[in-house]
């Protein structure tokens, strides 16, 4: 009995570890995704602003057109200027052309408008991918950390299922079967130690005859509260005081 306590203790130990290593791994894709978010932020921004920059350029150039086709019709409206028999007309003549240049002039003031605006969106550009680069470089570098960590973790987590295996190998099946019932009723605790009266799964105090019971190792005994296999630590004071009452 004694050795198969051991054996279910040294279980329960790698049921732990694994159990500790799984929460940190079941964290990971969590920790990848959450690294990726200023690179993807940074990516944003930067379409964002290309975006920006292509409208504006697309605006340019409809106002291009604009330009020209006005800049056509003063030289028509001038070309008529000779043609005007009164004075009248020469008036008013003069006083469209003076209307669509001002036009044009609102045109070539929106076009230099769109000139300044767009350096501006230049410059930010330029900035948004120097981020961009960075947070490129961050994540990758984010990236094959967190990678080399699960590689860690999953080659211990099957370095600890054989010792698992062969830990288990010893024991008697419905011992094992047992151990796995408490195991997932009692959150990965099935063996708990003794701490002088008290029961150290659930912290109720047991009966000295039980006490008397689990220290002499003949036998397993669980619980009456919590249905955990008990033992008594294994410190040179209690052997001696086991094997003495023994
Ligand atoms: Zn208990």
Known sequence: ???????????????????????????????????EVPLIEAR????????????????RREK???LK?????????????????????????????????KEKENIED?????????????????ENEATLKEEEKAFLVHQEDLKAQTDTLMDSDKKLEAEWLSVSAALPADLLDTY???CAKRKGM??????????TGCNFSLPPQLIAE????????????????????ETPSTESQVSAKD
């Open 110 to 126: 929106l076009l230099l408008n769109g000139m300044e605006e767009s350096d501006q969106l230049k410059l930010a550009l330029s």
């Open 1 to 35: 009995m004694k050795e198969q306590l051991g054996l279910l203790i040294e279980l329960q130990t790698l049921d732990r570890k694994r159990q500790d290593q799984k929460g940190v791994l079941d964290q990971l894709p969590e920790k990848i995704a959450a690294a």
């Open 64 to 66: 291009e057109l604009d």
């Open 69 to 101: 086709v006005i800049e056509e019709k003063i030289r028509k409206l001038k070309m008529r200027l000779t043609d005007l028999k009164t004075n009248k007309e020469y008036h008013a003549h003069l006083q469209e052309i003076a209307s669509v240049n």
């Open 180 to 182: 796995k019932r408490i």
């Open 190 to 199: 099935a063996v708990v130690a003794v701490n002088g009266k008290t029961c």
């Open 44 to 59: 944003a921004a930067s379409e964002a602003t290309q975006e920006e920059l292509d409208l504006l350029d697309k605006e």
């Open 214 to 233: 689990v220290k002499k190792r003949k036998k397993i005994h669980t619980c009456n509260y919590c249905n955990r296999m008990l033992y008594t630590p």
